[in-house]
């Protein structure tokens, strides 16, 4: 099977913020939402529950100490964690913190709002929320 | 801790299924789309990376028996999964059999359009198809 390679729309749409052992962390670049997305390093994953036993273990590993440190650094009433894909076919698990009176609460945020590009200053803060919470993240490849 | 019961909204918009030993397996009220909802049985869950190390594994394990059984049972183009509770608070996990050419292909299901019941013979069908694919299920308490 061909290399692991970030699908073009997540690449297009998202900040890189590491890697942890399986999947890379990506932060969606919408200003709106706290919003990240883990994407499994493997190539071809399209569903969670194709996937071998081991490593849908280790992405459930990921997931929990992603929504654990969003849940420390930014305080949200509520985690919102989805596994869609209907649009971009590669295997990615979108974990949102959601707070009563965000743009699109209580809905859930696709469709809601077009996306509000960070201004560099506050992305990079999130980055670095995200990477002080999560010290076992190394730098992509 | 007081025992578990299935919050009043669910049980409203949901038929029972069965039991897997951790969760509860709803088959939502519409028949646009194949749609089941796991509940852990844990009085109290919301969020599941709050949940214990050994019941997250449960719950990912059932969720992937119920995701197999659904592609299994219904030939879809996709699974969508999700955790939101924005509205419902107790701990719920969707499992959505998506087709290309469904009501709300390729945006996610909530919001889109009101639920229509089932008819009760559709909806036996999809209960019966789901229970022959996991046979572990047990009868609810």
Redesign the interface.
Known sequence: MSAFTLHPQLAADTLVVGDFPCCRLLLMNDAQYPWCILVPRIAGA????RLDDAD??QV?RE??AL??AM?QQFKPH??????????V?QLHLHHIA?FRGDPA????V??KHPAQPYVQGLADERIQQLRHALPGLTPPD
Chains 1, 2 share one sequence.
């Open positions: 399209k569903e969670l529950h849908q273990l459930l997931s929990v929504s654990r849940e509520k985690m919102n964690l989805a596994a869609l894909g209907n649009m076919p959601r609460w209580p809905a859930p696709w469709g």
